[in-house]
């Protein structure tokens, strides 16, 4: 299964990543590698906790004229 993740510079330091399709899995981490590892293992909570099903929003193309 293959899963996208938005990250994010966090203020204080370090990284924080949410996953779309998985509303309320999100996580953080003081270096990309770390976050990476948390990243795997809060997807891995998330779909193990047994939640409603994954959230498969299409995606959008949006054009702006400028």
Known sequence: MKLKAIIHVAEEGGFWAEVPA???CVTQGDTREELEANLQEAIVGWLSAGEAEIV???DEILELAV
Do not use: I, K, N, Y
Request: charged share 0%.
């Open 22 to 24: 998985l509303p309320g």
């Open 56 to 58: 498969s929003a299409p």
